[in-house]
């Protein structure tokens, strides 16, 4: 970047500030219910300040250089809040596409030798594409981070533990059993093991979609880390589909207690308690 | 050198470990421990394991000969007390302990010995209870 | 790409050595914020790999990093020793081999504990061993 068009740049930080409000603005993607206009002008007014501010001559090609860190900074506390936010990628990227636009503008005002503007604006597109991309990138870490988030939140939520009885716990699992979930299912019901001194627990897998060999050996895995505790652990809820394609994939399910459903889990689990559920003698005085 | 302390309790021997085992002490314990059985003519081996943090192969395999071991001299062996991460982690390394009895407390265990022991006999009649510390 | 952001190295000749080792990798772990479970694996791992470096190699060296990936921070550590090494990695890898008296459980278990598991061996000269456990993995 020559000295002129940094010193022109610095000059007519105003010129294309309002140049690229006004491109925002007359934007249709422009999201008023998502971001102020007094908020988005002081958005992009520290943002030209920082790239005005720091553009020399000899950092034009390397974005990683010291220089462009604040502005790389700013641009991508921008993203990142409006990944946030909400905003879509294209409005987002049409953020940095006008203050393109904006800049040119004033290149092509500015200069008036052809092979002149050619270079700067050659320069100028070099630098802001480098930051499109740059902005593009901390806007899908911010989307990545909300659905980690999210997955945590997931995760923390579909494995509960459930005391059913004194010395009996259930686990009813819902969704697919992949080995980061069984991670969890299995150290929560092994914790909540110790923690109540529970002999006895059922996983219930009627809201398991399908099982596979991988799903299995998960099941047979969180079995035997029970049994190594000294508690039993019970699988219930094996739909007839489930069991036939268990069985056509040559799964070995010999050694687990299994029961087509928690009631039946349950009644086992009271059998081996040595407890019993009776229904009470219906006479007369005990219904009011 | 450090020594495990094993407790007798009627026919049953007891055996708390309390610090993260060394390959020494583990063979050492091995070793007496089966001499203890022996010696007392045990019925039962109780090992709580519930402040030990890293069980790996090694122990794994002494917990194995253990109990193999004192079968061979009719006494069964119950784990007590294992932690959630190192049930897990045994599990993952391919050592399910087969063989080896499991309860989740000392209570469970006792509960459990003697639950086996009514079903291989009742003529045997057992003394009173009395706790004594083994030395060697 | 995987940063190291920190380094130690711990000699390993003798018993109390491995009690030191697992003690300087926990505390490391903590550091970290690895979970219960995570470090707990990681732990036995490295167990398993001193304990086959002294018993084939009568010690070694092994290096312990803090690394990161990005988002994920975990522990490196680097076995190597000066032993023997194995002339067949693949047998070495399978469950159940050993041409010690041991259980065969100790390479693969091992693997199966960490996130990342990478075995360079050439006879006569040594083994080197790396493992990586993620904070959350």
Redesign the interface.
């Known amino acids: 970047m020559s000295l002129n068009t940094n010193q022109l740049l610095k000059k007519q930080k105003k010129t294309i500030l309002e140049l690229w409000m006004k491109n925002q603005l007359a934007d249709e993607g422009l999201r008023e219910d998502l971001i102020s206009n007094d908020e988005l002008r002081s958005q992009s007014e520290e943002l030209i300040e920082a790239l005005v501010g720091n553009l020399s001559s000899q950092n034009v090609n390397d974005l990683n250089s010291d220089e462009w860190s604040p502005v790389i900074e700013i641009l991508g506390g921008i993203a990142i809040t409006r990944a946030r936010q909400g905003f879509s990628p294209r409005e987002t990227g049409n953020f940095v596409f006008s203050l393109k636009e904006a800049l040119l503008e004033v290149l092509k005002r500015e200069i008036t030798d052809p092979q002149e503007l050619f270079k700067e604006v050659l320069k100028i597109s070099r630098i802001l594409d480098n930051l499109t991309v740059v902005t593009f990138e901390t806007f899908i870490k911010g989307r990545e981070e909300v659905i980690l988030r999210q997955t945590d939140e997931i995760a923390e939520i579909s494995t509960p533990v459930i005391r059913v009885w004194d010395g009996i716990l259930a686990l009813p699992i819902i969704g697919t059993l992949d080995s980061a979930r069984t991670q969890i299912v299995m150290e929560n019901l092994l914790q909540e093991i110790v923690d109540t001194g529970s002999s006895i627990a059922i996983l219930d897998i009627s809201g398991v979609p399908a099982v596979d060999s991988l799903v299995a050996q998960h099941l047979i895995k969180t079995v035997s880390a029970t049994r190594l505790m000294g508690a039993e652990c019970i699988i219930s809820g094996i739909r007839p589909e489930i069991a036939q394609t268990v069985v056509h994939l040559g799964i070995d399910l010999s050694n687990i207690i299994t029961k087509s459903t928690l009631a039946s889990a349950l009644a086992y689990a009271f059998r081996v308690m040595r407890l019993e559920v009776k229904k009470a003698a219906a006479t007369t005085n005990t219904i009011r | 050198m450090d020594k495990i302390p094993i407790l007798r309790m009627g026919r049953f021997l007891l055996v708390t470990i309390q610090v993260?085992l060394?390959?020494?002490l583990a063979l050492t314990l091995e070793a007496d421990l089966i001499q203890a059985v022996q010696k007392h003519n045990a019925r039962g081996v109780l090992i709580d394991i519930s402040a030990v943090?890293?069980?790996?192969?090694?122990m794994?395999?002494i917990i194995g000969n253990i109990a193999s071991m004192s079968k061979i001299l009719d006494a069964e062996t119950v784990?007590?007390?294992?932690?959630?991460?190192?049930?897990?982690?045994?599990?993952?390394?391919?050592?399910?302990?087969k063989g080896v009895h499991?309860?989740?407390?000392m209570e469970?265990?006792m509960d459990l010995l003697r639950s086996m022991m009514d079903t291989t006999d009742n003529d045997e009649d057992e003394d009173a209870i009395a706790d004594d510390f083994i030395t060697e | 790409m995987i940063l190291s952001l920190s380094k130690d190295t711990v000699t390993v000749a003798q018993e109390q050595d491995v009690v030191f080792l697992k003690n300087r990798v926990k505390e490391v772990a903590v550091r970290i914020k690895m979970g219960l479970v995570n470090q707990t694996r990681l732990i036995t791992a490295a167990s398993e790999l001193v304990r086959n470096m002294m018993r084939y190699a009568n010690g070694g060296k092994c290096l312990i990093e803090v690394v990161s990936s990005g988002r994920n921070n975990g522990v490196r550590l680097t076995f190597s020793d000066s032993g023997p090494g194995i002339p067949d990695i693949t047998a070495a890898m399978r469950d159940g081999f050993s041409t010690g008296k041991s259980l065969g459980l100790g390479l693969p278990g091992t693997k199966r504990l960490v996130n990342e598991f990478d075995i360079k061996s050439k006879v006569g000269e040594g083994t080197i061993v790396t493992i990586i456990k993620w904070a959350n993995g």
């Open positions: 993260d060394y390959d020494r943090s890293i069980v790996d192969s090694f794994g395999r784990v007590v007390g294992m932690q959630p991460a190192v049930a897990i982690t045994l599990i993952e390394l391919g050592l399910p302990l499991t309860a989740l407390d469970k265990g």
